[in-house]
């Protein structure tokens, strides 16, 4: 690239930075929120970047390369896409308002087209990398797609967080030559400047992993001053000097720097820039590579030649780049004055009526940007699969079974459906075999770019690795487990392939992944994971292994559908219908089961439990009405007043239950029916769907100033308004709300304590879940009443 061609994209950045600061100062100086609170941006952080940004954008990508953009650089990103002409003016002023910019980049909120959202700083990182896996993956198993590269913008300090060197050194990212990392190397964190470089440990862990390490520390004043006499010296110095003090030059001009600069310097180094003025040496002495166009396309371009590992880029930066307040120790959250950015607009030679503008279009950076959007332009993507997912595998349960063997079952049995089966891919952390994916792996086997050859034989598990394995294994990461399945669940997007994703994990470690697992039904990822075993019911386990909140997690996470059934054919029909929603050919044929567009989270048991109570409520109801009432989320099990006609005059209540603990409830309502009260139960399939259609109710009455009605759902599984006694292998008030919305009494039985080794009854007794405590709740919601 020619200096002409630098010295556009030179005049790009200045306009990229005013514009990214000016985004921040509107929002806190021209739009009053009026509730004392304060709007806040990062105008030091954003201008690290622009320099490594408008390289990207205005140099380098192709239509078909997919960036995450470190959380507080989002102003920058918005500030190019405006540029692009890809985002209304509009907006501009609009940064962390109501229908506005998003904080940070959001692929569900934000205006503009955002490849990966960011926000939790080092998820955004490692989302690309896993992008990555995925279109490895679909170029194996559909044809490749248009050449990709993806690339993730991130700070330095979010190289602090584990989650990053969990994903870097997990296998099933390694060879991935299509992967480029970015780190914005500006030696501060939000609270300080950072004592000491660490870029020598980080560069050893990289490199360890099979990474392609480059590092971009000086620009071009000071490579050229270090081929001079004496420059050796000079570059020594400002390697040894101590990043705290060289991170002050940048406050300073005139002689103080000079004298900050030579504070501790070796003998010799004052004759060597004295000849350099004080006007000059500024300058010279913080010229670092990161804010230098030429050095960072160099880079990039290395990294494109390496196409056998990922790589990663260290871009030395100053936090506050081309801004007042750079280098300053307090700047991450610091704003420029109103006089600041006065100053700022005149210097880009722009007024209050022209500082919105963008580039003139007959301009030499006008006609790049012009060239740009076109490059950059890209088609709309098929969200849907456009394949029919059966209503039910129809899967065989003629003797008590596990809620996670006829996962296991139902997943085979879609794997020799001609249309589904090809789109399967399941994955886990080293869990596969104990969460019963053995048999999906013996028919599809597990994913490797290469063919492996296998050196042992095992009758029950056929481990063959090729690129036509549907499997993908990895370490034990939970974290690396919840951003892979939200990236397989974006190949729609990302790699132009709709995908079935599945994956398997042990309940209690849902906990353990849950940033990642947020993040990818943030972003609008579909997949489905089943957490398996769950509850005290894994009770040798200890109490360290036994989950009791993630129901609660499940029911509360915006963008998933939590379900727990506990009979084969229920978890037969939510999970076909959950693959169904994801493949995009699921209409809602009720309002009770309204259109669902995310992750699905089965709680699945290892508990065998006898099916014949669901094959009584089967022949009472019928499958077409049963089926609609477990997907609306229950259906009665047990009608007492059917079951026991001479109670039709009882006293009557209602065991409401989810998964496992359903024999016990049912013994309980036998023992009750002793006593002369009659006990309907309820087997509540899916605590999501039942809650969503109680609060929708709701809320259209409070927006109406209307009397709510009573949703179908809840119409139909809990018919009489009666005491209700609910029964769950976790934390009680998960189902604590079925007495409100059914206006009955209510006692809540569950897990509200860490548990211990022992016995299913064991446990069951500790927590109050066996048939005799629950009898005593049923007479102590009688007594409420």
Same mark, same amino acid.
């Given at each position: 690239?020619?200096?002409?061609?630098?010295?556009?994209?030179?005049?790009? @950045?200045?306009?990229?930075?005013?514009?990214?600061?000016?985004?921040?100062?509107?929002?806190?100086?021209?739009?009053?929120?009026?509730?004392?609170?304060?709007?806040?941006?990062? $105008?030091?952080?954003?201008?690290? =970047?622009?320099?490594?940004?408008? /390289?990207?954008? %205005?140099?380098?990508?192709?239509?078909?390369?997919?960036?995450?953009?470190?959380?507080?650089?989002?102003?920058?990103?918005?500030?190019?896409?405006?540029? =692009?002409?890809?985002?209304?003016?509009?907006?501009?002023?609009?940064?962390?308002?109501? #229908?506005?910019l998003q904080s940070y980049p959001?692929?569900?909120?934000?205006?503009?087209?955002?490849? %990966?959202?960011?926000?939790?700083?080092? =998820?955004? /990182?490692?989302?690309?990398?896993?992008?990555?896996?995925?279109?490895?993956?679909?170029?194996?198993? %559909?044809?490749?797609?248009?050449?990709?590269?993806?690339? !993730?913008?991130?700070?330095?300090?979010?190289?602090?967080?584990g989650n990053i060197w969990e994903a870097v050194a997990d296998p099933a990212t390694t060879g991935l030559g299509n992967v480029m990392w970015v780190v914005d190397f500006n030696r501060q964190s939000l609270d300080r400047v950072v004592p000491g470089v660490r870029i020598d440990q980080w560069r050893g862990q990289f490199e360890a992993a099979g990474w392609h390490v480059v590092e971009v520390?000086?620009?071009?004043?000071?490579?050229? !001053?270090?081929?001079?006499?004496?420059?050796?010296?000079?570059?020594?110095?400002?390697?040894?000097?101590?990043? *705290?003090?060289? @991170?002050?030059? %940048?406050?300073?001009? #005139?002689? !103080?720097?000079?004298?900050q600069f030579l504070d501790g310097a070796p003998e010799g180094i004052a004759a060597l820039i004295a000849d350099v003025s004080d006007a000059d040496l500024g300058p010279l002495v913080t010229d670092l590579g990161g804010h230098d166009l030429a050095a960072l396309l160099d880079a990039y371009a290395q990294c494109d030649a390496v196409t056998d590992r990922p790589s990663v880029v260290f871009a030395?930066?100053?936090?506050?780049?081309?801004?007042?307040?750079?280098?300053?120790?307090?700047?991450?959250?610091?704003?420029?004055?109103?006089?600041?950015?006065?100053?700022?607009?005149?210097?880009?030679?722009?007024?209050?009526?022209?500082?919105?503008?963008?580039?003139?279009?007959?301009?030499?950076? #006008?006609?790049?940007?012009?060239?740009?959007? *076109? /490059?950059?332009?890209?088609?709309?993507? *098929?969200?849907?699969?456009?394949?029919?997912?059966?209503? !039910?595998?129809?899967?065989?349960?003629?003797k008590p079974?596990?809620?996670?063997?006829?996962?296991?079952?139902?997943?085979?049995?879609?794997?020799?459906?001609? $249309?589904?089966?090809?789109?399967?891919?399941?994955t886990a952390p080293d869990v596969a075999t104990s969460t019963n994916l053995a048999g999906f792996i013996n028919k599809t086997g597990v994913f490797a770019p290469t063919a492996q050859r296998s050196w042992s034989e095992d009758r029950m598990l056929r481990w063959t690795e090729s690129p036509e394995g549907q499997h993908i294994e990895l370490g034990i990461s939970e974290m690396n487990l919840f951003l892979l399945l939200g990236q397989l669940g974006l190949a729609w997007d990302l790699s132009g392939q709709p995908l079935l994703p599945v994956g398997t994990v042990y309940d209690p470690f849902v906990l353990r992944g849950l940033d990642a697992f947020l993040y990818g039904t943030y972003s609008g990822a579909r997949f489905v994971v089943a957490g398996t075993p769950s509850g005290v019911t894994l009770a040798p386990e200890g109490g360290a292994h036994q989950s009791t909140i993630t129901a609660s997690v499940g029911l509360e996470l915006p963008g998933v559908t939590f379900v727990e059934p506990a009979?084969?054919?229920?978890?037969?029909? =939510?999970l076909c219908d959950a693959f169904g929603h994801m493949a995009g050919t699921v209409r809602p044929t009720t309002t009770a089961v309204p259109a669902e567009d995310g992750a699905y989270y089965f709680r699945l048991s290892t508990r065998p439990v006898d099916q014949a109570p669901f094959e009584a409520a089967r022949a009472r109801l019928g499958d077409a009405v049963l089926r609609r009432q477990v997907l609306a989320g229950a259906y009665r099990l047990v009608d007492a007043h059917q079951a026991y006609p001479h109670l039709a005059d009882a006293p009557t209540v209602q065991l409401a239950a989810s998964g496992a603990v359903l024999p016990e409830v049912l013994a309980a309502a036998a023992e009750l029916a002793d006593e002369g009260v009659a006990a309907h139960v309820v087997d509540v399939t899916s605590l999501d769907r039942l809650y969503r259609a109680w609060q929708r109710t709701l809320r259209q009455g409070v927006r109406t100033a209307t009397v709510p009605s009573v949703p179908g759902a809840l119409r139909s599984a809990f018919a009489d308004r009666v005491p209700v006694v609910t029964v769950h292998d976790a934390a009680s008030h998960a189902m604590a709300w079925l007495g409100s919305a059914v206006g009955a009494s209510a006692v809540p039985l569950g897990v509200d304590e860490f548990g211990q080794s022992g016995s299913v009854h064991d446990l069951y007794d500790l927590h109050d879940l066996l048939p005799g405590s629950i009898v005593n709740a049923a007479l102590a919601a009688l007594s409420l009443r």
């Open positions: 690239m020619d200096q002409r061609d630098l010295d556009v994209l030179d005049e790009i @950045q200045r306009r990229v930075l005013w514009l990214a600061t000016r985004i921040v100062d509107a929002a806190n100086h021209d739009r009053g929120a009026g509730d004392g609170v304060k709007v806040g941006g990062h $105008q030091a952080s954003s201008a690290s =970047l622009v320099t490594a940004m408008t /390289a990207l954008w %205005f140099a380098h990508l192709n239509a078909e390369d997919r960036v995450a953009v470190k959380p507080h650089a989002s102003p920058v990103f918005h500030a190019i896409q405006y540029l =692009l002409g890809n985002l209304d003016r509009s907006y501009l002023p609009r940064l962390r308002a109501r #229908g506005g959001s692929r569900t909120k934000d205006p503009d087209e955002v490849d %990966f959202s960011t926000g939790s700083v080092g =998820l955004g /990182a490692a989302a690309p990398l896993f992008a990555a896996v995925t279109r490895r993956y679909v170029d194996a198993h %559909f044809g490749a797609r248009p050449h990709s590269r993806f690339v !993730a913008l991130i700070g330095d300090a979010e190289l602090d967080e520390k000086y620009g071009r004043r000071l490579a050229e !001053a270090y081929d001079r006499p004496g420059g050796a010296a000079l570059r020594n110095w400002i390697d040894a000097m101590p990043n *705290e003090q060289y @991170q002050s030059l %940048f406050g300073l001009t #005139g002689p !103080a720097l000079r004298k030395y930066t100053v936090k506050g780049w081309g801004l007042p307040i750079a280098g300053n120790p307090r700047n991450h959250s610091a704003l420029l004055t109103s006089e600041q950015v006065d100053a700022l607009r005149a210097a880009q030679g722009l007024t209050r009526d022209t500082e919105w503008d963008r580039l003139d279009p007959a301009s030499p950076a #006008g006609i790049r940007a012009g060239q740009r959007r *076109e /490059a950059l332009s890209r088609a709309p993507r *098929e969200r849907a699969l456009g394949v029919t997912v059966p209503q !039910a595998t129809n899967v065989r349960a003629n079974i596990s809620t996670q063997e006829v996962f296991g079952r139902v997943l085979v049995d879609l794997a020799r459906d001609p $249309q589904v089966g090809r789109y399967l891919v399941t009979y084969a054919a229920s978890l037969d029909w =939510l």
